[in-house]
């Protein structure tokens, strides 16, 4: 894949487009997929801003607003990441291109995986962002055959590229306990990609390890599994992460992200793990720029020895008062362990988002499967606080 100078516009190579092709693409689909290659960096964010009077502009916000809608963590980029960043600032001017080969050696030594200096040949890759090689990955391994499959509510990124590129989406509903129903997942015959994102968004619940092991075992051949832990530091990384299924060489990708516990969303940082053929595979789709100030800001704080446990109490415990404090008040909450949580208001979701504001209070966006609930991002203490009161007020 290239870009044309001075252009937006991907020119698909040869190879490329026979690919496509032998995956049922037809000719008349190039530039469309052309188009979500050159767009595609907009597509995690399109569904946010698609909701006119849910999408809020920051630059806009009333003195004193609590912006806890965009599952943001509202602490920002921890001290030994701002540290580095400003220490590199000075050298802005230089490319720096082995940087992200240094993050993505660091990450692989702490996650235990082979790492190799020759490129193409290893198990972690840096993006800006993990939404980038979701949005991959979709190119790679579905098409008008092969399905995007995903927990219905989930994060809708991928699902808007494959209806973009016209594959199959299968909606699998989440199991009464909130988990991933891995026995339906299992059971799309013709799935190319099937994702979970563990702890989930919206919801925040968790699927457990042992049945997305499961899953892994038992899915349709051919299919790839892409596990997205965008929100595991909040649940406990060390018990819940399926990397251990990455360095077994199964057929997963796993997604992480610096935009959640480390705080860095506005600097976009993340990386894919994998097996090096599947990461080969979705590295042809896109020109991966990395910026300089979040790689080297990613690296701190992987080396920071207090950040994640610090973090991760400061959020826990802040989430866990909340919803003790709603379920106490008779509301029902979906359990959690991330750093947001979805809660009945018995009102329909537009309408409790919009009294919400008139309480300066600016909560997440509608889900049809929850048509009454609200995803509530968890922001500091006193900011809770003041959505517990407006809560109340509003549908008590």
């Known amino acids: 894949?290239?870009?044309?100078?001075?252009?937006?516009?991907?020119?698909?190579?040869?190879?490329?487009?026979?690919?496509?092709?032998?995956?049922?693409?037809?000719?008349?689909?190039?530039?469309?997929?052309?188009?979500?290659?050159?767009?595609?960096?907009?597509l995690p964010f399109s569904h946010e801003f698609a909701f006119a009077q849910v999408a809020i502009d920051n630059r806009k916000l009333p003195p004193g607003a609590v912006k806890i809608d965009n599952n943001e963590n509202p602490l920002g980029p921890c001290k030994e990441a701002l540290e580095a960043m400003s220490s590199v600032l000075p050298q802005g001017g230089r490319y720096m291109f082995y940087l992200p080969a240094e993050l993505e050696e660091l990450l692989g030594t702490q996650e235990g995986l082979k790492m190799s200096a020759k490129r193409g040949e290893s198990y972690v890759q840096v993006h800006d962002g993990s939404s980038a090689p979701l949005l991959q990955a979709v190119l790679s391994f579905c098409?008008?055959?092969?399905?995007?499959?995903?927990?219905?509510?989930?994060?809708?990124?991928?699902?808007?590229?494959?209806?973009?590129?016209?594959?199959?989406i299968v909606q699998v509903p989440l199991t009464k306990d909130y988990a991933h129903d891995v026995k339906a997942m299992a059971a799309v015959k013709n799935a190319g990609l099937i994702?979970?994102?563990?702890?989930?968004?919206?919801?925040?619940?968790?699927?457990?390890?042992?049945?997305?092991?499961?899953?892994?075992?038992?899915?349709?051949?051919?299919?790839?599994?892409?596990?997205?832990e965008a929100y595991i530091h909040f649940a406990g990384k060390e018990k819940y992460t399926c990397v251990?299924?990455?360095?077994?060489?199964?057929?997963?990708?796993?997604?992480?992200?610096?935009?959640?516990?480390?705080?860095?969303?506005?600097?976009?940082?993340?990386?894919?793990?994998?097996?090096?053929?599947?990461?080969?595979?979705?590295?042809?789709?896109?020109?991966?720029?990395?910026?300089?100030?979040?790689?080297?800001?990613?690296?701190?704080?992987?080396?920071?020895?207090?950040?994640?446990?610090?973090?991760?109490?400061?959020?826990?415990?802040?989430?866990?008062?909340?919803?003790?404090?709603?379920?106490k008040k008779g509301f029902k909450v979906v359990p959690s362990m991330s750093n947001k949580f979805m809660v009945d208001s018995h009102k329909p979701t537009r309408d409790a988002i919009a009294a919400l504001r008139k309480e300066n209070v600016y909560v997440g966006r509608p889900w049809p499967s929850m048509p009454t609930y609200l995803r509530v991002s968890v922001g500091t203490p006193e900011e809770m606080k003041k959505f517990q009161a407006a809560f109340v007020k509003c549908f008590a």
Do not use: H
């Open 195 to 228: 994702y979970i994102c563990n702890p989930n968004n919206p919801t925040g619940s968790m699927t457990k390890k042992e049945d997305i092991e499961w899953l892994v075992a038992n899915k349709p051949a051919g299919s790839v599994v892409m596990i997205d």
């Open 1 to 42: 894949m290239s870009t044309k100078q001075g252009e937006n516009a991907v020119v698909l190579s040869t190879e490329q487009k026979n690919d496509f092709l032998a995956r049922g693409f037809s000719r008349r689909s190039f530039g469309r997929i052309a188009t979500l290659l050159a767009g595609g960096a907009a």
């Open 143 to 168: 098409s008008p055959n092969k399905s995007f499959v995903i927990a219905d509510p989930g994060y809708e990124a991928g699902s808007e590229a494959a209806k973009f590129l016209g594959a199959p």
């Open 244 to 327: 251990n299924m990455v360095a077994q060489d199964k057929d997963v990708i796993i997604l992480r992200t610096f935009s959640k516990l480390y705080g860095m969303a506005g600097l976009r940082c993340g990386v894919a793990m994998g097996r090096p053929d599947l990461l080969k595979k979705t590295r042809g789709f896109g020109i991966n720029w990395n910026p300089v100030t979040s790689v080297t800001g990613a690296m701190a704080a992987l080396k920071s020895k207090t950040v994640i446990p610090e973090r991760q109490k400061i959020n826990n415990d802040t989430r866990d008062s909340t919803i003790a404090f709603l379920d």
